[in-house]
Each structure stands twice: as structure tokens, then as C-alpha cells.
């Protein structure tokens, strides 16, 4: 049974940072992609960052580049989304994903894993 499980949410203040984690279980790490996306209320879900397989690509959304970094190391340790210079607009609850495709998926469709979510709120 695959699971995926976020932690690291909570409340900053903007200009602040966090750094998410993703547990993962069930699944022969090695062989997916991971992802992380955010909702806002009364928003779609919507891609952040990505990286592939192996570690060596990562995609980002034009919104956080250069102020999040997704990191992944191996099946033991989590998969990690630094952000910095937080803004209020950041403000989303945020969902670890998994996928089997090749690259760097951005596409949420291309996700058939994902965790419950753990809430990140950006004060101004």
C-alpha cells in the first residue's frame, strides 16, 4: 500500500521559511517521480515543483522559482520542499504526489499518489 505523508506546515510570517517533508511507503522509490502541488481556497489544484526520477532534474512553477528547491536523497529519507521568501499568495495547503512517468511531470492528472496535505499560511 503506497502512502505518502506531508508534515512541516504551520504559520510564518511573509519573508519567512519552511521546509516541507514527504514520507513515502509502499512504493520502490527509485522508480517515480515526486511532486509537490498547492490548492488555495476556491482555487484548482496547482503545480509547484517536481523531480525526476534520480534527482538529477527538477521543474518549477514560474510563481516559486528561485525561492522553493525540491530535494530527494533515497527510499529512507523524506522528499523535501524548502521555501523561502514566503508571500502570502503561498498561503495553500500543500500535497505531496507520485508518479511513474518519465521527467518532470507538472501536469496533476499525471499523479496517482498523493498524501493528505498539510497547511502552509503566509501572514502579511
Known amino acids: 500500500q503506497v502512502q505518502l505523508v506531508e508534515s512541516g506546515g504551520g504559520l510564518v510570517q511573509a519573508g519567512g521559511s519552511l521546509t516541507l517533508s514527504c514520507a513515502t511507503s509502499?512504493?520502490?522509490?527509485?522508480?517515480?517521480?515526486m511532486g509537490w502541488f498547492r490548492q488555495a481556497p476556491g482555487k484548482e489544484r496547482e503545480f509547484v515543483a517536481c523531480?525526476?526520477?534520480?534527482?538529477?532534474?527538477?521543474s518549477y512553477s514560474d510563481s516559486v522559482k528561485g525561492r522553493f528547491a525540491i530535494s530527494r536523497v533515497d527510499a529512507k529519507n523524506p522528499v523535501y520542499l524548502q521555501m523561502n521568501s514566503l508571500k502570502p499568495e503561498d498561503t495553500a495547503v500543500y500535497y505531496c504526489?507520485?508518479?511513474?512517468?518519465?521527467?518532470?511531470?507538472?501536469?496533476?492528472?499525471?499523479?496517482?499518489?498523493w498524501g493528505q496535505g498539510t497547511q502552509v499560511t503566509v501572514s502579511s
Open positions: 504526489a507520485a508518479t511513474r512517468e518519465l521527467g518532470t511531470p507538472r501536469l496533476v492528472r499525471s499523479y496517482g499518489y
Open positions: 509502499g512504493l520502490t522509490f527509485s522508480t517515480y517521480a
Open positions: 523531480i525526476n526520477r534520480n534527482g538529477a532534474a527538477t
